[in-house]
């Protein structure tokens, strides 16, 4: 994880819309972005991302995040600003490479593409290798390209998406009523699941039943309690997107909220690290409340296909806020 520290803290781009067809009242179905313009736009993030990490300024790359990711993002950076305020003295650049390009053709804004893409951060063909799946959006047309989603997943469970006989792919509506679970009320359902465990209708692996069971674990241990408050968000930024595969479901991002908060019995005190601590603005004497961002990624079935769950197959999240009592 510390790997993308700049990311995480626990885990956009000025560019014209070239090549664009721009319609008055947006109606036209378009490309939502040329190939070349996509891989500029990942080019000038992977180039601000790297000026960030090396000096732990989260202004260097604030134009190039949004949504769940910039949260993640820039509360990192905030934090090793503080705890590394001569930059980060392990920076490795990063390097993402092999970019395949997934860009659907669709009306109005948001636009958004994926980018699916190697990175330097594991070894490649061994039991560790990962794509980096990147959600780049743009709000309108006076707006930069911005990565809203990172996941990172393993090779080989990226999922094959559908294209038209020109190669472009097909964004999924936030009311799909054609998948199993519509986008829209994906974050809704994941925080409710969290929570209780229903709907049952997502997958079991380590961020569903998993998280439960770890999470359970350390609701109480001696000295110690630990509750969990999960949030929905699904408006403006956070909006989820998503992208038609072929096998008639679809690969959709989604973002959370949630809280954890711990308590200590009398004589003890929440251990804080300095990552969190450089995020605080008050004094832990017995209860530590940290505030997380979170993003999935998930493929969801068509509706009448047979497969009702929805699997989670990525999460990244980070620590973006905190607060001692």
């Not at 732990?56 to 820039?74: M, S, W």
């Not at 630990?226 to 699904?234: F, H, I, S």
Request: glycine share 10%; hydrophobic share 40%; aromatic share 8%.
């Amino acid at each position: 994880m510390r790997a993308v520290v700049g990311l995480a803290a626990v885990t956009s781009l000025s560019l014209t819309a070239s090549g664009c067809v721009t319609v008055h009242g947006e109606l036209a179905v378009v490309p939502t972005a040329q190939r070349s313009e996509a891989a500029r736009a990942l080019k000038v993030f992977t180039d601000a991302y790297n000026a960030a990490d090396r000096a732990y300024d989260p202004e260097l790359d604030a134009g190039q995040v949004t949504g769940a990711l910039g949260a993640i993002n820039q509360a990192g950076l905030r934090s090793r600003s503080v705890t590394d305020p001569d930059g980060n003295p392990r920076h490795v650049p990063l390097e993402l490479t092999d970019a395949k390009f997934t860009i659907p053709k669709k009306a109005g804004w948001p636009r958004f593409f994926l980018a699916d893409t190697d990175s330097n951060r594991d070894v490649d063909n061994g039991p560790q290798d990962n794509r980096w799946l990147l959600v780049f959006v743009r709000n309108g047309p006076d707006r930069a390209w911005e990565v809203a989603y990172l996941t990172i997943i393993a090779t080989g469970a990226v999922p094959v998406f559908k294209t038209d006989g020109d190669g472009w792919g097909e964004a999924i509506r936030p009311d799909d009523k054609a998948l199993a679970v519509a986008p829209n009320v994906l974050s809704d359902e994941y925080t409710s699941y969290l929570k209780t465990g229903e709907p049952a209708h997502f997958a079991p692996g380590p961020h569903t039943d998993g998280w439960r069971t770890e999470r359970q674990k350390v609701a109480r241990v001696p000295g110690f309690t630990q509750q969990y408050v999960d949030q929905p968000l699904k408006d403006g930024d956070f909006a989820p997107l998503g992208l038609a595969t072929k096998d008639g479901g679809a690969l959709v991002f989604f973002a959370s909220r949630f809280f954890d908060r711990q308590t200590a019995a009398k004589g003890l005190r929440p251990r804080v690290s300095a990552d969190v601590q450089a995020l605080m603005t008050t004094t832990v004497t017995n209860t530590l409340t940290k505030e997380w961002m979170s993003n999935q990624a998930v493929t969801v079935p068509r509706t009448g296909s047979g497969a009702a769950q929805v699997d989670v197959i990525g999460r990244l999240q980070g620590v973006t806020g905190a607060v001692g009592s």
